[in-house]
């Protein structure tokens, strides 16, 4: 006996509220009883959160997860239609992860999830999955439950996947070709479902990818990446011929696809930046967002990030407080820039200049004003505290503009421009904050006028702007100059951080790639100078804000590259 009306639903999730996600959950069961559908499957742990951390272990929340299930067995009684949805349960002493499958009012059981070492924490193993007969007319239906998207080698009339996996760039893509080519595999129904918005965005975003597949065909699919609860159903047709569609994503070499690919990456950065940025702001109830623009390429991608949000969330530019901070090392074109900029977006703009300030601090302090590592740092640690200030001031929350490549060098002020309330570029390279920057000058989001503003910032050369421009006005202090051009640092990082090769190896890859770029002793210089950097700067990493993991890598010490603040890196160098 096959079901024939098949939804996917991912609720708008309130991370430990499971009143609230219980009525998220009732909601789209109603919608898929209403559209007489007769099976419903939902994410992993959707009705607390799958991001509840060692909330798991509290009494509190398995009192509400036990008070949350007998509501929703309430909301399905009158009806034939099986709702599968995840839930954490406390079965004879141990905690699992576990699918409910419920039915006309009625339990049928659970299946539990073969946990992974980064829920170990909280959950014990079970099987990892659950056949269950579903009575329907006319007969029953096998519905074979699991988690992920690999399917069991059971007998099933159909499959379900739950899951609760961060979205990172290519993701949806790989998940999606994953589901289509089980479904070619085992020729019958597959549901699919990610969890989604409202979960913790601490490290990661989750997209709420949800497809339905039968025979490599996608019937139905739910808007992934939103920031509202999805639903999508379909009636599977009797047969349903092979596709030759199915998705083919390679893994890429760098952080980008070097073809047709890269745009659809790159607007998926600005997804996963957007939707992060969204899910704070909703979760601290701040009534404005507030940045610095200096005209430079970090603090354009945030603010593109910014205004996106407000769209996103049906809000007004002019919530954005985006504030100019001129100091010593300020040059005519960034600045000229970041007016442009700001009075284009119509955001609201505030010109503070931080000289003296800076001025009153070298006299309390002694300093000689001589352009050294406090003169620089002391510029920086103002501009933070006039953003804090300012936020405290409107119930803000500051959006920080350090990117990823930046951390790996360690190459911020350690409390200056290293804080922030949420870090949107914190999982973004330095050369793809470039490429995305240029993405919005020329995908449309933007009118020509702010195009050709962005296009003139992504070719401004990369500064901190902490020493005094040259006497045209041009800057002086380049940063390439002093940490080695990005797209070697970047080749670095990312071998560094997803191959774990020794140094020797990377080096090989970097000639190969940068041939005719850059010769194997410059290459060799520059990543002795990154390792010795990405070893001696870690102590900043180890306490960075929170900010969403954009690709596959991350420098997150709660859930990125996990390295101790006093590791020696003498055995990296060449």
């Not at 996917?8 to 559209?35: F, H």
């Not at 742990?45 to 929340?61: E, I, N, Q, S, V």
């Not at 600005?270 to 390429?297: E, N, P, Y």
């Not at 421009?417 to 989001?445: F, I, Q, W």
Request: with cysteine.
């Amino acid at each position: 006996m096959q079901m024939d009306r098949i939804s996917v639903a991912v609720p708008r999730t309130c991370v430990a509220d499971v009143a609230q996600n219980t009525k998220e959950i009732c909601k789209l069961v109603s919608a898929a009883e209403e559209d007489e559908y007769n099976l419903l499957v939902l994410p992993e742990l959707c009705l607390t959160g799958a991001t509840c951390g060692d909330l798991f272990r509290h009494d509190a929340l398995a009192e509400a997860v036990e008070m949350g299930i007998l509501q929703i067995a309430k909301a399905t009684e009158n009806h034939d239609i099986c709702v599968i949805f995840g839930a954490p349960r406390r079965v004879d002493g141990q905690l699992l992860n576990c699918a409910v499958v419920m039915h006309c009012g009625c339990e049928l059981g659970y299946a539990a999830k073969a946990v992974g070492h980064e829920q170990a924490r909280w959950f014990a193993s079970g099987k990892g999955q659950g056949v269950f007969e579903i009575p329907m007319s006319g007969g029953t239906c096998r519905v074979c439950v699991s988690f992920g998207y690999e399917m069991p080698a059971v007998e099933a009339d159909v499959f379900v996947c739950l899951d609760a996996s961060p979205t990172i760039v290519g993701a949806y893509a790989k998940r999606q070709d994953a589901v289509c080519q089980a479904s070619l595999r085992v020729n019958v129904p597959v549901a699919y479902v990610n969890a989604g918005f409202g979960e913790s965005t601490t490290d990661a975003v989750y997209g709420g990818e949800g497809f339905v597949f039968r025979n490599g065909t996608l019937l139905a699919e739910t808007e992934a990446l939103s920031v509202s609860a999805q639903f999508a159903g379909c009636t599977i047709p009797s047969e349903v011929s092979a596709s030759e569609a199915a998705v083919d994503i390679s893994d890429y070499n760098d952080f980008l696809p070097n073809d047709e690919r890269c745009g659809d990456a790159l607007r998926e950065v600005l997804q996963i930046q957007t939707l992060g940025l969204a899910k704070r702001f909703l979760h601290t109830r701040a009534q404005r967002l507030v940045l610095g623009v200096s005209g430079g390429l970090d603090s354009t991608l945030a603010m593109i990030v910014c205004v996106l949000m407000t769209r996103v969330l049906g809000l007004s530019a002019s919530d954005i407080l985006a504030v100019t901070m001129p100091g010593y090392g300020t040059s005519s074109r960034t600045y000229q820039n970041a007016q442009k900029l700001m009075n284009l977006l119509n955001v609201e703009s505030r010109e503070i200049s931080i000289k003296a300030a800076c001025e009153q601090h070298f006299d309390d302090i002694g300093h000689d004003r001589r352009p050294d590592l406090t003169f620089e740092n002391a510029q920086a640690r103002e501009r933070t505290q006039i953003l804090l200030d300012l936020a405290g001031m409107q119930n803000g929350l500051v959006v920080g503009t350090g990117d990823m490549t930046e951390l790996a060098l360690g190459f911020a002020t350690y409390n200056g421009d290293h804080m922030s309330s949420y870090g949107v570029n914190a999982g973004v390279p330095k050369t793809v904050v470039r490429a995305a920057v240029r993405y919005a000058a020329e995908c449309g989001l933007f009118d020509a006028a702010v195009g050709h503003v962005l296009l003139d910032i992504a070719d401004t050369p990369i500064s901190p702007e902490l020493l005094p421009p040259l006497e045209t006005g041009d800057i002086s202090q380049k940063t390439e100059e002093i940490v080695g051009p990005y797209d070697l640092n970047d080749f670095f990082l990312y071998q560094t951080l997803t191959h774990a090769v020794a140094p020797r190896e990377i080096l090989t890859r970097a000639a190969k790639a940068f041939d005719g770029v850059y010769d194997c002793a410059y290459i060799t210089e520059q990543l002795n100078a990154f390792n010795r950097r990405f070893f001696t700067q870690q102590f900043k990493r180890s306490c960075i804000p929170d900010g969403p993991q954009v690709f596959g890598v991350s420098l997150s010490p709660r859930g990125g590259f996990v390295m101790p603040s006093d590791a020696v890196g003498t055995g990296w160098q060449l």
